[in-house]
C-alpha cells in the first residue's frame, strides 16, 4: 500500500498523491493513468516521486520540516512562493504534486524511462 505524504513530513512516506488523485490528475487532462492494478501505479507513483526529489533537491528552497526524519523533500519551512506568499510547513505545494503526476503518467507508460541508464560515449 503506498504511503503519501499528508505534510506532517512522514518518515516513511513513498509519494506526493495517490494513485486514485493521479488517476484524476490524468483524466481531467485527457492522459492515461490507470489507478488498477495498483500495484503498477503504486510503483510508477514512487518512482515519479523519487525523480522529482532526487532531480529538484537542490533546487527547492527552505528546509526540510523534520530534516532528516522525513521521507521526501517535502513538507518544507521557509519557504515563499515565486510572488512572494508563504508555503506553509504542512503541505505539498500544488505544483510538486501536478509535476510528479506528469511524472507518473510517463513512468507508467513506459517504466524506467525517467532514469534511462546512460552508456558513456552514446
Do not use: H
Amino acid at each position: 500500500m503506498l504511503i503519501v505524504e499528508d505534510g506532517s513530513g512522514l518518515a516513511n512516506a513513498e509519494s506526493y498523491v495517490s494513485a486514485s488523485d493521479a488517476a484524476s490528475y490524468a483524466a481531467d487532462r485527457g492522459l492515461t493513468f490507470p489507478a488498477s492494478p495498483a500495484d503498477k501505479a503504486e510503483a510508477a507513483l514512487r518512482r515519479a516521486t523519487a525523480y522529482i526529489d532526487n532531480t529538484y533537491r537542490t533546487r527547492f528552497p527552505g528546509q526540510r520540516k523534520k530534516f532528516r526524519l522525513q521521507a521526501l523533500e517535502w513538507p518544507r519551512v521557509g519557504v515563499v512562493d515565486m510572488n512572494g506568499f508563504p508555503v506553509t510547513g504542512d503541505e505539498v505545494p500544488v505544483e510538486v504534486v501536478r509535476a510528479t503526476c506528469e511524472a507518473a503518467v510517463r513512468e507508467l507508460a513506459s517504466p524506467g524511462s525517467l532514469n534511462p541508464d546512460v552508456t558513456p560515449a552514446r
